[in-house]
């Protein structure tokens, strides 16, 4: 049943929100512009941007990495991910023509050589002549994480000058992997925060742009109905799942050095579960939205290292089929060692001890060449207190379960029991759904179109904060720990749901994993 999308009266919460502003003249400054993501998924979604008339009049982007090359060069390298990667495959030679007039390149040899910075202010001085920037700069870390302390140094005001007209402004955007640890976390936070202040740095999370994700907020606090039964009263449990078809797609080397726990646990999925378990902000706005995520963050017990090994399940891919297609395992993928032990699965339990959610467990569980694309979160809803249907004529009555679908079928579903149509009393769950691309005859827009607009328009709501990124590593730090005396990660076969433990995990527990 698809529910129509209505017109709900302006609630207060979000009074005030922006609607589609334009951010004021400015230059962003991209540090890896010769990297991945850049072409993926910066310029692209710049394009875009630009496309829909959502970037000033008065704007440059300025690429900079090591290679050496002059701005004709760098556009014509850009504009192969233009085409292959803007949003729709919509690529307009005329937009293209017009958009890559504001774009620049200058290469920096050594990072940690502020001679080469020098020579970029002088670029950016320059450019705000020619094209109006007015000093306003965005800068955008998109390097390994090697490289970013020599970056953000570098970039201080005794190197990059302060800004000569009044009002102008300096921001930072960093790209995760944020640390490799809670230790070089906080060592990143000290830097950055010695170069900027808190204010002007935005921590990038690409799944907090992803409109489903904002859209739980809206869900959970739009709407009157389902606040009441949001705790440990109606809810048994929640189930968080990022499952991923890909492999680690030619990112061996980084990914060998993170694992899926600090690939997604420590970023995405625990930004999912602040989300679902945060209580109402005060206000939607940067320091309302983000304390209430930090409260959740700092109510789960570290577990302690010892129960890393009980309280968690590792898995690496072995290889397999995946939609028919034979997949190698993660040990013979390019950059990965043939002995290697990073983990490619993760599940695990987290509690939120809060008068709301003590004793409902969080089950969070991601995983590369799984059988399916899915995000998800499912909440459980409790048994009803009595059973008036026997068990005989209804199959066995199944709890509720709401699950926000992140991805790919962006959409909330209601699963609830429904009497048969006939003389007997047969139960059986229907669902009441709601699709996006149903309800809303819409183009969902990037995650990175909206988090880099909100950067440029001064909005850090989406971004997560100092104490947030730190409170993550909290809660990640023992389980690495606890992991370094433990055994290794038990394979699963490509195209499968994890490792056979992860089933054992749950079933110890009295539950199972929801199949997507
Ligand atoms: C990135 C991870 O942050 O998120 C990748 O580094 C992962 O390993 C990706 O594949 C998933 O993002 P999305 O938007 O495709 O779910």
Do not use: C
């Not at 998924?41 to 050496?68: C, H, M, W």
């Not at 090697?146 to 970056?151: G, K, N, S």
């Not at 570098?154 to 640390?179: D, Y």
């Not at 909100?454 to 989406?462: E, K, S, V, Y």
């Amino acid at each position: 049943m698809a529910v129509p999308a209505t017109v709900v009266e302006e609630n207060p919460l979000f009074a005030g929100l922006r609607l589609e502003r334009t951010p004021e003249p400015s230059a962003l400054v991209i540090f890896g512009a010769s990297g991945d993501l850049a072409h993926r998924k910066l310029i692209p979604a710049l394009y875009n941007l630009a496309r829909d008339g959502f970037l000033p009049q008065r704007y440059s982007v300025v690429g900079v990495a090591r290679t050496e090359m002059n701005d004709d060069a760098f556009r014509e390298t850009v504009r192969g991910g233009v085409e292959k990667h803007s949003r729709n495959g919509n690529f307009q030679p005329e937009i293209w023509d017009n958009f890559a007039q504001h774009l620049f390149y200058v290469s920096i040899p050594s990072y940690s050589d502020p001679a080469g910075f020098k020579a970029l202010r002088a670029r950016l001085d320059e450019l705000d002549t020619q094209q109006g920037t007015e000093g306003n700069r965005l800068f955008y870390l998109a390097t390994p994480p090697q490289v970013a302390h020599d970056i953000i140094r570098n970039l201080r005001p005794e190197h990059m000058g302060t800004p000569v007209l009044s009002g102008a402004w300096r921001r930072i955007i960093v790209e995760k992997p944020f640390g490799q640890d809670l230790q070089s976390a906080g060592d990143l936070n000290d830097v950055l925060l010695t170069a900027f202040g808190e204010d002007s740095v935005y921590r990038i999370d690409h799944y907090l742009g992803k409109e489903t994700v904002q859209n739980i907020m809206v869900f959970r606090f739009a709407n009157a109905i389902f606040e009441p039964i949001w705790n440990r009263r109606y809810i048994d449990n929640v189930q968080i799942t990022v499952a991923e078809t890909v492999g680690v797609e030619g990112r061996g080397g980084y990914y060998d050095q993170s694992g899926a726990l600090r690939d997604i646990i420590q970023n995405h999925a625990l930004q999912l579960l602040a989300v679902t378990a945060m209580d109402p902000p005060v206000a939607f706005d940067a320091r309302s939205v983000r304390d209430e995520k930090v409260k959740v963050l700092r109510s789960i017990p570290p577990l302690e290292p010892l129960a890393a090994a009980s309280r968690t399940v590792r898995g690496q891919y072995g290889h397999g089929v995946i939609h028919g297609r034979q997949v190698i395992g993660y040990r013979e993928e390019k950059g990965v060692p043939p002995d290697s032990t990073t983990e490619t699965y993760v599940a695990l339990r987290l509690d939120v001890d809060t008068w709301r959610w003590a004793g409902v467990p969080f089950y969070l569980r991601t995983g590369k060449h799984l059988p399916k694309r899915v995000t998800e979160i499912a909440i459980e809803f409790k048994m009803p207190p009595l059973m008036l249907f026997p068990e005989a004529t209804t199959g066995g009555v199944r709890p509720n379960q709401l699950v926000m679908n992140i991805q790919p079928n962006e959409g909330i579903s209601l699963r609830f029991e429904a009497k048969v149509p006939g003389q007997v009393m047969h139960v059986r769950p229907v669902s009441m759904d709601f699709r996006y691309g149903t309800s809303f005859a819409r183009e969902q827009r990037e995650a990175y179109e909206r988090l880099l607009l909100d950067a440029m328009l001064g909005d850090a709501t989406l971004f997560t904060r100092n104490d947030e990124v730190e409170a993550q590593w909290r809660i990640i730090q023992p389980i690495l720990e606890g992991w370094q005396d433990t055994a290794p990660p038990q394979e699963y076969p490509s195209g499968s749901w994890g490792p056979p433990n992860a089933d054992a995990f749950l079933e110890n527990e009295g539950r199972r994993w929801r199949r997507p």
